[in-house]
């Protein structure tokens, strides 16, 4: 295991990986184990401050969860590729209790009231005609998001039967 503060490349994009550095060197300092697998490019093909607010807000919730885990061992799982201008990202980790949800919405575990960083993370999915999986089992979180900077012509026509 590296020591804190060490910078490490993850990818070759300079904001995502710098970002992945800050949260790796949080988690490490908490004692969570943090395990990142990264394939992005140095140019994304999708606007780079929105990819970043969808890994940050991810992260944050998996480190938060992680610093109130009551079980041992706590860990983070960060997978993330970007191929043919489609990028999926993956965030697991410990997590004590299932989130609570009301009506499609994640409740905050800092203040009353809905949570903002999964509903931001679902707008910018939606924006990039992507998908959002949240799910709970077995003390683990498991976020998924695909987002795709091409409309694809499935999505088409799956819009367009939506809507008849």
Same mark, same amino acid.
């Given at each position: 295991?590296? #020591? #804190?503060?060490?910078?490490?490349?993850?990818? !070759?994009? =300079? $904001?995502?990986?710098?970002?992945?550095? =800050?949260?790796?060197?949080? $988690?490490?300092?908490?004692?969570? @184990?943090?395990?990142?697998?990264?394939?992005?490019?140095?140019?994304?093909?999708?606007? !780079? *401050?929105? +990819?970043?607010?969808?890994?940050?807000?991810?992260? !944050?919730?998996?480190?938060? *969860?992680?610093?109130? =885990?009551?079980? /041992?061992? #706590?860990?983070? %799982?960060?997978?993330?590729?970007?191929?043919? /201008?489609?990028?999926?990202?993956?965030?697991?980790?410990?997590? /004590?209790?299932? #989130?609570?949800?009301?009506?499609?919405? +994640?409740?905050?575990?800092?203040? @009353?009231?809905?949570?903002?960083?999964?509903?931001?993370?679902?707008?910018?999915? !939606?924006?990039?005609?992507?998908?959002?999986?949240?799910? =709970?089992? @077995?003390?683990?979180?498991? *976020?998924?998001?695909?987002?795709?900077?091409?409309?694809?012509? +499935?999505?088409?026509?799956?819009?367009?039967?939506? %809507?008849?």
């Amino acid at each position: 295991m590296l #020591p #804190p503060d060490t910078f490490c490349t993850w990818c !070759e994009n =300079y $904001a995502v990986n710098t970002m992945v550095n =800050y949260y790796v060197d949080e $988690a490490r300092k908490s004692g969570v @184990d943090i395990s990142v697998s990264m394939a992005v490019p140095q140019k994304l093909s999708m606007n !780079e *401050a929105e +990819f970043c607010s969808v890994l940050g807000n991810l992260l !944050e919730n998996a480190l938060d *969860a992680c610093r109130e =885990y009551t079980g /041992s061992n #706590p860990f983070i %799982r960060l997978r993330a590729k970007e191929e043919n /201008s489609h990028l999926a990202l993956t965030v697991d980790n410990s997590c /004590s209790s299932a #989130p609570v949800e009301e009506n499609g919405r +994640f409740l905050s575990t800092k203040h @009353d009231g809905f949570g903002t960083g999964t509903a931001s993370v679902r707008a910018i999915a !939606e924006h990039y005609h992507g998908v959002v999986t949240f799910r =709970y089992a @077995d003390q683990c979180f498991f *976020a998924s998001v695909f987002l795709s900077s091409v409309i694809c012509e +499935f999505w088409l026509m799956f819009q367009f039967r939506n %809507r008849v």
